[in-house]
């Protein structure tokens, strides 16, 4: 699956929030997508997801415009999993991961066994296949977001999307979260915070400032010093970390970084 985004832009009212977005996620890709609070990334990812529409520009999924595809057929090739995780209601785990079956199926059609047997296997992906039966609400943040990613899978779409997906976790589950949305290979596209996570996990990553993309490339070429004090406001000190082999992002407090 290979994604494009051409000359995006969306507004609210006369407020222009993104201007002139263009991306590419290649075939196998795991993206990143960083910025400060406020500079868009959820505002783009929702024209991606099609709870926004456009002003201009449009997203294309392997050179198919996504504005002539219903909203089922974008959904057998695109999923999401938002930082928006309570749902209204007690659904158990299998509910919620079933409903990634809906794009597949005609309206009100049964669920069949085939239904059941992927989204057992998705379960049993993110390591919950004993919780099939547990109330989804009574689940922890990082369960609550396995789950999610297991209805991601139920969906079968070769597309992922994810809006902050650690947020709330702590850095056992955002590491685990992120091990295995990675092992997955799935195409992705990931908003995310912490550079350094970013840094591990991201083929390319893209920086968004006040709505347009300021930077783009490897962890290597994006995470610079001038490019995170310009962007972000901060000072930081940036090494190649001896495990790991990628750029490791320090932040200096500005009391440090005056001395
Ligand atoms: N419905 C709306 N009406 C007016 N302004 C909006 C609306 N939705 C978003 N905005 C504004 O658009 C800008 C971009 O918001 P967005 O949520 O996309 O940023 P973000 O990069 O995802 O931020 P964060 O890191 O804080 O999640 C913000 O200034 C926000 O206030």
């Given at each position: 699956?290979?994604?494009?985004?051409?000359?995006?832009?969306?507004?609210?009212?006369?407020?222009?929030?993104?201007?002139?977005?263009?991306?590419?996620?290649?075939?196998?890709?795991?993206?990143?997508?960083?910025?400060?609070?406020?500079?868009?990334?959820?505002?783009?990812?929702?024209?991606?997801?099609?709870?926004?529409?456009?002003?201009?520009?449009?997203?294309?999924?392997?050179?198919?415009?996504?504005?002539?595809?219903?909203?089922?057929?974008?959904?057998?090739?695109?999923?999401?999993?938002s930082q928006e995780a309570n749902v209204?209601?007690?659904?158990?785990?299998?509910?919620?991961?079933?409903?990634?079956?809906?794009?597949?199926?005609?309206?009100?059609?049964?669920?069949?066994?085939?239904?059941?047997?992927?989204?057992?296997?998705?379960?049993?992906?993110?390591?919950?296949?004993?919780?099939?039966?547990?109330?989804?609400?009574?689940?922890?943040g990082?369960?609550k977001q396995?789950?999610l990613?297991?209805?991601?899978?139920?969906?079968?779409?070769?597309?992922?999307?994810?809006?902050?997906?650690?947020?709330h976790?702590?850095?056992?589950?955002?590491?685990?979260?992120?091990?295995?949305?990675?092992?997955?290979?799935?195409?992705?596209?990931?908003?995310?915070?912490?550079?350094?996570?970013?840094?591990?996990?991201?083929?390319?990553?893209?920086?968004?400032?006040?709505?347009?993309?300021?930077?783009?490339?490897?962890?290597?070429?994006?995470?610079?010093?001038?490019?995170?004090?310009?962007?972000?406001?901060?000072?930081?000190?940036?090494?190649?970390?001896?495990?790991?082999?990628?750029?490791?992002?320090?932040?200096?407090?500005?009391?440090?970084?005056?001395?």
């Amino acid at each position: 699956m290979n994604i494009k985004v051409e000359e995006l832009s969306f507004g609210i009212r006369d407020k222009s929030l993104i201007e002139a977005i263009s991306l590419e996620i290649r075939e196998g890709e795991f993206v990143g997508l960083i910025g400060p609070n406020g500079s868009g990334k959820s505002t783009l990812l929702k024209n991606m997801y099609r709870v926004l529409k456009p002003d201009m520009g449009g997203v294309y999924l392997n050179g198919q415009n996504l504005s002539r595809m219903t909203h089922k057929e974008t959904a057998r090739q695109m999923a999401v999993v938002s930082q928006e995780a309570n749902v209204a209601f007690d659904f158990t785990v299998m509910d919620i991961v079933m409903m990634g079956r809906a794009p597949h199926k005609r309206m009100l059609e049964a669920d069949s066994a085939r239904d059941r047997e992927i989204a057992e296997q998705a379960l049993a992906r993110v390591g919950l296949g004993h919780a099939a039966i547990s109330s989804f609400s009574t689940l922890s943040g990082g369960e609550k977001q396995r789950v999610l990613i297991a209805r991601a899978l139920a969906q079968e779409a070769g597309f992922l999307i994810l809006d902050e997906p650690t947020n709330h976790l702590d850095i056992r589950y955002q590491l685990q979260m992120m091990d295995l949305v990675k092992t997955l290979q799935l195409t992705s596209l990931a908003a995310l915070h912490d550079l350094n996570i970013a840094a591990y996990y991201c083929d390319r990553i893209y920086v968004l400032e006040a709505g347009r993309i300021v930077a783009s490339g490897t962890p290597d070429e994006v995470l610079q010093q001038d490019l995170l004090r310009r962007v972000f406001g901060v000072e930081t000190q940036i090494s190649r970390h001896p495990y790991t082999g990628k750029p490791s992002t320090t932040y200096l407090p500005e009391t440090i970084a005056n001395r």
